[in-house]
């Protein structure tokens, strides 16, 4: 790794350690709230909490967003009110900026989490030999889930998702739901996983990962031009690798009298290839003349 690489990322590692970070991040910025508990489950179950870390933890995975941190969002709760159906209501929301630096914000509810049994017998063969029982026991999970773009207030998503893992014979966490599930929705419970409820949810949150994340490009933030490149703001922490391609754009921003942002746009300049990488940045070579800080590379899907 040449010198001038070096140097750029030690600066720029020794910015975060010290609490720095640069004016615009290019990836968004997502608030998950906890998700409301499904009927028939009170606070003492934390299945709402559960499914929303789990899903914090697949879109940090997947690098296309920043995941607002969740002592963060529990220190507001206080200062946001809740509407009639138990969401917070948007019109109360700050400002972007105003929300812990939230771009977006994703709500939901657990509509159902449980399970069903079946059983079945042979019709008059079942009554003589009074015995061959067919059990047939079924998980299902379905969420309601809104994401907030509270740039402008706007409603960016909204879905219901559902998903269900079955089988035969297997009597699911023992029998009590209620009384298991405290113990088994813990982040990273085998357990849990290993449970016809934990697999169906898994299912269910991989589905709803999936569309939050295409409502993202993934996008890195141009951090400083030389002759060795250009560095950006994203690494091998979200998923860039050498050799990857992406698209350079000139960024173009309108101020009002007040210092906001009214106009933004954006140009192509060409295209970028990934030459180096680190965890929390990247250098990428290809059009150098044009670029500058503050501008974007967008890479390829």
Do not use: C
Request: no cysteine.
């Amino acid at each position: 790794m040449n010198a001038r690489f070096f140097l750029l990322m030690l600066i720029f590692s020794a910015a975060f350690t010290l609490g720095f970070v640069p004016a615009a991040e290019a990836r968004p910025r997502v608030a998950v709230l906890e998700f409301s508990n499904p009927p028939g489950f009170d606070s003492a179950y934390a299945i709402g909490a559960g499914i929303a870390q789990m899903l914090r933890k697949r879109l940090m995975d997947s690098g296309r967003v920043q995941v607002v941190d969740r002592a963060a969002i529990e220190s507001r709760k206080n200062d946001l009110k809740l509407s009639e159906d138990g969401f917070f209501d948007v019109s109360t929301f700050p400002q972007k900026g105003g929300f812990q630096g939230a771009d977006y914000i994703l709500r939901g509810k657990v509509l159902d989490f449980g399970h069903f049994s079946r059983e079945s017998g042979i019709g008059a063969l079942n009554q003589a030999l009074g015995g061959f029982t067919r059990t047939k026991t079924v998980a299902y999970v379905r969420l309601s889930v809104e994401v907030i773009d509270l740039r402008n207030g706007r409603l960016a998503f909204s879905d219901h998702i559902e998903a269900r893992h079955d089988t035969t014979g297997v009597v699911l966490l023992g029998g009590d739901l209620q009384s298991a599930i405290g113990a088994a929705l813990k982040l990273g419970s085998s357990k849990f996983d290993a449970s016809m409820i934990g697999k169906a949810t898994n299912k269910a949150l991989d589905q709803l990962a999936a569309k939050v994340n295409s409502l993202f490009t993934m996008e890195a933030k141009v951090l400083a031009v030389s002759a060795e490149g250009i560095v950006i703001d994203m690494g091998t922490t979200s998923g860039i690798r050498p050799g990857q391609k992406g698209r350079l754009f000139t960024t173009r921003e309108i101020k009002n009298a007040k210092g906001q942002v009214v106009w933004n746009s954006r140009t192509v300049v060409g295209e970028v290839q990934v030459s180096e990488v680190q965890p929390e940045g990247g250098l990428v070579k290809g059009v150098t003349g044009t670029a500058k800080e503050g501008d974007v590379v967008v890479f390829d899907q």
